[in-house]
């Protein structure tokens, strides 16, 4: 059986509904709604707040002030933060209802990114789709491990400490292919040329060097100076921002 690998699907249920025969294997890395787009500055946040805060707040973390971007969102009322948590909280369950729908057509397997709420997520994921963070499964005789999150900045809901993520990757072991929401700490992969700074994960580029798995798979960054990029015995490969492209990745 094929096996189709996506990544930042980012509420794109329609796209995911088409992208592979019905029964297919399907690999989610991460990011499954659409909180904001970078391109558009469209999303949930913006319909919630309002298009102003989140030019500041994408402003800022494109330019690594990550300390400011997190105060522009808590520079509001409490009054207001409570309406914008409960329109926030709508519109990822909206989201998460219809890509999760999209997903039933397939066996999949799901891990989580900064963006994903990973209780929600779990909540609305169809019988045929396993959540799957911190272990390996064995996928056409493959051993691929999956290690979900994203890495600290802002403070949103999917972020985990570099300690978190460095544990969950030695409890993990070695494995075929690794999979992961976020980067090695490699510049031309980590670094996104139109959204936030580098966003690359230390723990998971010593991973690499110290497992050297045949492959590594990976999302979060939409728009990278780099897609593929070889440590040592491992390929390093991001499977694409779903969202804008509609393409799975293929595990060879």
């Not at 802002?154 to 929401?181: F, N, R, W, Y």
């Not at 700490?185 to 060097?209: I, W």
Request: glycine letters at 10%; charged letters at 25%.
């Amino acid at each position: 059986m094929t096996t189709y690998v996506v990544s930042d699907v980012h509420g794109a249920a329609d796209a995911l509904s088409r992208v592979a025969p019905e029964g297919s294997r399907v690999l989610v890395l991460g990011d499954l709604v659409n909180a904001i787009d970078y391109r558009t500055r469209e999303g949930i946040i913006p319909d919630a707040v309002g298009r102003d805060v989140v030019d500041s707040v994408v402003t800022l973390r494109a330019q690594g002030r990550f300390a400011e971007a997190r105060a522009v969102w808590e520079d509001r009322p409490a009054s207001s933060r409570e309406v914008y948590e409960k329109e926030v909280a709508r519109g990822f369950a909206r989201e998460y209802e219809a890509v999760c729908a999209a997903l039933a057509r397939y066996e999949s397997f799901v891990t989580y990114g900064n963006v994903d709420r990973v209780d929600m997520l779990r909540g609305f994921l169809p019988d045929s789709a396993r959540f799957v963070d911190g272990e390996a499964v064995e996928i056409s005789g493959l051993s691929v491990g999956f290690a979900g999150g994203g890495v600290p900045s802002i403070g949103s809901s999917g972020e985990v400490s570099h300690e978190e993520m460095a544990t969950k990757l030695e409890e993990l072991g070695p494995v075929d292919v690794l999979c992961t929401h976020v980067p090695p700490a490699v510049e031309s992969l980590s670094t996104d040329l139109f959204g936030p700074a580098m966003k690359g994960s230390m723990p998971v580029l010593e991973y690499l060097r110290r497992h050297q798995p045949g492959l590594h798979l990976f999302g979060d960054v939409h728009q990278p100076r780099a897609t593929t990029w070889r440590l040592g015995a491992t390929t390093c490969h991001n499977v694409g921002y779903f969202r804008a492209t509609g393409r799975a990745f293929l595990l060879p």
